[in-house]
């Protein structure tokens, strides 16, 4: 009683604390901060009376923080004169309500000091109330906690030291339970295995690509960088899965040393002694051979090479970096995943319930159609995004893929089930057959959603990936010139006495370099509540039609009939067949091209970015490489316009660069950075020149030796984007595409190695850990008097479902967003069958693979059912 009488006071000092508080605070009005005393004024001068209803609101929505001030002081002078306080128990939530009206939509800073006030007179006066009930809990709590202490350090208290046999114990006990330690072994193997060659792979290719920076993420590091989270989430997937599986079938084994009385403490040793062992030495063995599996990838790889003419000897695949590296990031991952695991191994030493009783779950019924209907339409939208080139192959629309796959699933399988049991006759005939989803329902639903997704990203997305590193091609085809290079008007003398000097046969095409105003497929993290400036900017290079004919025909190619008008564009990615669909500009919603001819902007005003960046149309685009694969396909491909608009843009970015070279050359980095503070345009727009020149092999090294000044005199080019240099040669061009094939191929066929064993470790999982159950069917059914083919054809039928219809929705997703993936990346006649023909092969091993994962796998439940001790 004393302590609600105080909670009263307390309320009553409250109220009249926010109630007074007002008449110091300020409102905010059209005429800027106002007193209590000026509003009253306003008021009797008539500004309600104003037919401005919007005025009017506002000042209704000012005055409810007002009104709950009002309230305050009522409830103190209810409290003052001795009443319960009823029904002002709503009072919080009601002040709540007014001062977020005040503060969110009249924007009254006064209601922030009423928010305060309110938290502090709720929480206060519920303390003040429950202070002695909780000081009582805790104190009871306490006693209780020290009373467990003593007991826990009793009962496991030993003096002494482990004997021999208990060490035996644990040996043959691991002995015991074999099957489980070889899951473990295996996943550990593999991890270690794969981290190994995966690190190996990188350092050698890094070794001989010429374009490489892991903190900026040029070169295979973009690769690597965009690929490595999501190996080491796959990674860390499959081994929790494992270490999860491992521990269940631990605490089994345990169960009965836990309920004879086996100390905690000694049961988690066992755990530990075991598991580590096992992590320890799997872990060594996947080393081993992984090494052994880099060797001979590597030797592979340098014969290729060394067939292709380049002169570079790979480094040893064995050093301390790249073992103490691998070892690390394995253990990482193990440790993680044990991590994740920390509720099963602490349940190791709880285990008491030797029957523990499984309860048939619940199917929900209601609103199955609804569910259904939106999953079906977040499919329908997914489609349709991946349908737009700009947004295929983009992984986070999967998102809605899997919520959507989740919601057909439920909802269909609710209805299907529901109409089963409606048509009488079939419901008993495939009542056994379909036992799991009415028995299961939830276990089994989410074992079919869960399987599905898995088939869904290993044939919607990795395999396409990986069909399209297996493609063949010739990688010197890609590159038509032996060196290619951008220049300004003020190179060509000296470029034209360096190519004379080689034999070198040049030919020049006047092009300007175009900018997209966002250059990388990474969502962009930086927006805020303003447009930023985003980086990097994406260059390209702009020709003219004429010369778009001319490089094709150059070739030996057959140009497209573009009829381009106006500012229309047409654009030419330059990438090779393994590389996914991009797009030319990737801002925002990647529908609108924002396009500015010159090179990147260091400062413009984002408010007006439409007119730093017009928007341009892009009339037609194909997939080619008439001057070079340079960027996997992110920057300087080619972007085409009518000659005369063309011409006309040549003409105002040459007379803009011969005006401002002289400022140019005085320049410094800090003034060439900083020009655009104070500029609407760069200090220069970029080279207009572009060279493709072809020299005999002889003179390639010196020509290359004698170009490198244009690195260091167009330094300021490279600001932006060290990436971008003003020429790249053949050779090294070959190696570093080369190389990045080889590394996607690797990286994707490590992730659908990953996946695979998950969905394989999990259809085991599932049907190994319902064996038993499985058994006593089998035993009920052979007593009711079915013959052996109808007891397997109920097997088989309780079995099939989870391994058919997942795959059936895997094959379909992976044909439908495959189909979408290929359109998008502009495949020619030529290239799209042979993508066809290795991804049907690519799909029948996968499909294939798991038909006799099943089989085998329903050799051995039936096995299982069958035999009697």
């Known amino acids: 009683m004393n302590a609600e009488r105080k909670a009263r006071r307390f309320q009553v000092i409250c109220g009249l604390v926010v109630?007074?508080?007002?008449?110091?605070?300020?409102?905010?009005?059209?005429?800027?901060?106002?007193?209590?005393?000026?509003?009253?004024?306003?008021?009797?001068?008539?500004?309600?009376?104003?037919?401005?209803?919007?005025?009017?609101?506002?000042?209704?929505?000012?005055?409810?923080g007002l009104l709950a001030n009002s309230l305050y002081f009522i409830r103190s002078i209810w409290l003052m004169s001795g009443r319960k306080i009823g029904f002002f128990e709503v009072l919080p939530g009601v002040g709540l309500i007014l001062y977020v009206m005040s503060a969110g939509f009249a924007l009254q800073p006064y209601a922030f000091v009423g928010i305060m006030v309110l938290i502090f007179d709720y929480m206060g006066a519920r303390w003040i109330e429950e202070r002695e009930a909780i000081n009582k809990a805790y104190e009871e709590q306490k006693a209780r906690e020290l009373a467990e202490k003593e007991e826990i350090k009793r009962v496991r208290h030993f003096p002494g030291k482990y004997p021999e046999e208990f060490f035996q114990m644990i040996r043959k006990n691991a002995v015991y339970g074999k099957k489980g330690q070889m899951i473990l072994s295996a996943g550990c193997i593999l991890i270690s295995a794969f981290m190994y060659i995966m690190l190996t792979m990188y350092g050698?290719?890094?070794?001989?690509?010429?374009?490489?920076?892991?903190?900026?993420?040029?070169?295979?590091?973009?690769?690597?960088?965009?690929?490595?989270?999501?190996?080491?989430?796959?990674?860390?997937?499959?081994?929790?899965?494992?270490?999860s599986h491992y521990i269940k079938d631990q605490k089994k084994s345990n169960r009965l040393l836990v309920i004879l009385g086996m100390r905690s403490r000694t049961v988690y040793l066992m755990f530990g002694i075991v598991f580590a062992a096992n992590v320890i030495l799997s872990g060594i063995a996947g080393t081993v051979i992984g090494g052994a599996a880099a060797y001979l990838v590597r030797d592979i790889w340098q014969s290729g090479l060394t067939n292709n003419g380049v002169a570079v000897e790979l480094a040893s695949v064995i050093s301390g970096k790249t073992i103490g590296m691998g070892i690390l990031g394995y253990l990482v991952i193990v440790l993680l995943s044990l991590g994740f695991n920390q509720e099963n191994v602490l349940n190791l030493a709880r285990s008491m319930n030797m029957n523990a009783e499984v309860q048939k779950e619940k199917r929900g019924k209601k609103h199955a159609l609804l569910l259904a209907f939106f999953g079906t339409l977040l499919w329908l939208i997914s489609i349709r995004i991946y349908w737009s080139r700009s947004w295929a192959e983009t992984m986070f629309i999967h998102i809605l893929t899997v919520l959507g796959l989740y919601l057909l699933l439920v909802g269909g399988i609710s209805m299907y089930l529901g109409r089963l049991e409606h048509r009488k006759d079939k419901y008993y005939r495939s009542l056994l057959a379909k036992r799991p989803l009415y028995y299961r329902y939830n276990k089994s639903t989410w074992n079919l959603f869960y399987l599905s997704v898995i088939h869904l990203f290993i044939l919607a997305v990795f395999?396409?990936?990986?069909?399209?590193?297996?493609?063949?091609?010739?990688?010197?085809?890609?590159?038509?010139?032996?060196?290619?290079?951008?220049?300004?008007?003020?190179?060509?003398?000296?470029?034209?006495?360096?190519?004379?000097?080689?034999?070198?046969?040049?030919?020049?095409?006047?092009?300007?370099?175009?900018?997209?105003?966002?250059?990388?497929?990474?969502?962009?993290?930086?927006?805020?509540?303003v447009r930023p400036i985003q980086w990097p900017q994406g260059q390209h290079i702009a020709v003219s039609e004429s010369t778009y004919?001319?490089?094709?025909?150059?070739?030996?190619?057959?140009?497209?009939?573009?009829?381009?008008?106006?500012?229309?564009?047409?654009?030419?990615?330059?990438?090779d067949l393994s590389a996914k669909a991009h797009t030319i500009d990737w801002d925002t919603n990647r529908i609108h091209?924002?396009?500015?001819?010159?090179?990147?902007?260091?400062?413009?005003?984002?408010?007006?970015?439409?007119?730093?960046?017009?928007?341009?149309?892009?009339?037609?685009?194909?997939?080619?490489?008439?001057?070079?694969?340079?960027?996997e396909g992110m920057e300087d491909n080619l972007v085409v316009f009518n000659d005369v608009y063309f011409e006309k843009e040549y003409e105002r970015i040459s007379d803009y660069n011969r005006k401002q070279w002289s400022q140019r050359e005085a320049a410094d980095a800090d003034d060439w950075n900083h020009y655009t503070y104070t500029h609407t345009a760069n200090m220069t727009e970029g080279p207009t020149q572009l060279l493709c020149i072809d020299v005999p092999e002889k003179e390639y090294a010196g020509m290359l030796k004698d170009m490198d000044y244009l690195v260091e005199k167009h330094a300021f080019d490279s600001a932006w984007d060290s990436a971008i240099l003003p020429f790249y040669g053949k050779q090294q061009m070959i190696?570093?595409?080369?190389?990045?094939?080889?590394?996607?191929?690797?990286?994707?066929?490590?992730?659908?190695?990953?996946?695979?064993?998950?969905g394989l470790f999990q259809y085991y999982v599932k049907f190994e850990s319902e064996a038993g159950e499985l058994k006593w069917?089998?035993?009920?059914?052979?007593?009711?008097?079915?013959?052996?083919?109808?007891?397997?054809?109920?097997?088989?039928?309780?079995?099939?479902i989870f391994a058919v219809l997942p795959l059936i929705i895997g094959t379909c997703g992976g044909i439908l967003f495959g189909g979408l993936s290929v359109k998008a990346r502009l495949y020619d006649a030529a290239a799209l069958r042979s993508f066809l023909l290795t991804g049907a092969v690519v799909y029948l091993i996968y499909i294939g693979i798991w038909i006799i994962w099943y089989l085998w796998i329903k050799k051995l439940i039936w096995r299982q059912a069958e035999w009697e001790k």
């Open 549 to 575: 004919r001319a490089l094709k025909e150059d070739q030996g190619k057959t140009p497209m009939k573009l009829n381009l008008t106006g500012d229309e564009i047409h654009v030419v990615y330059q990438q």
């Open 777 to 800: 069917q089998n035993q009920f059914l052979k007593k009711l008097g079915l013959r052996e083919k109808e007891r397997k054809a109920v097997l088989t039928g309780q079995m099939k």
């Open 735 to 758: 190696v570093d595409t080369g190389a990045e094939i080889f590394f996607r191929k690797l990286v994707y066929l490590f992730i659908v190695v990953l996946l695979s064993i998950m």
């Open 463 to 529: 395999a396409i990936q990986l069909t399209g590193g297996l493609l063949h091609q010739n990688i010197a085809r890609l590159y038509p010139y032996d060196i290619v290079c951008t220049a300004y008007d003020a190179d060509m003398q000296e470029l034209g006495e360096i190519a004379k000097e080689h034999d070198a046969k040049v030919q020049v095409y006047p092009m300007l370099r175009i900018t997209s105003i966002y250059g990388s497929d990474a969502p962009n993290i930086q927006w805020g509540g």
């Open 204 to 243: 050698l290719i890094s070794q001989v690509h010429g374009e490489e920076d892991f903190a900026l993420g040029f070169g295979l590091a973009r690769i690597f960088r965009q690929t490595g989270l999501l190996m080491g989430l796959c990674s860390i997937l499959m081994m929790t899965m494992i270490i």
């Open 19 to 64: 109630f007074f508080s007002v008449l110091f605070c300020k409102i905010n009005t059209d005429s800027g901060f106002c007193s209590l005393w000026d509003i009253f004024y306003m008021i009797r001068d008539g500004m309600l009376r104003d037919g401005n209803w919007g005025v009017r609101l506002h000042w209704m929505v000012a005055f409810a």
């Open 593 to 631: 091209k924002m396009l500015r001819i010159g090179q990147p902007m260091m400062n413009y005003v984002t408010a007006d970015y439409e007119k730093v960046f017009p928007e341009r149309k892009i009339k037609s685009e194909e997939l080619d490489s008439l001057t070079g694969v340079f960027h």
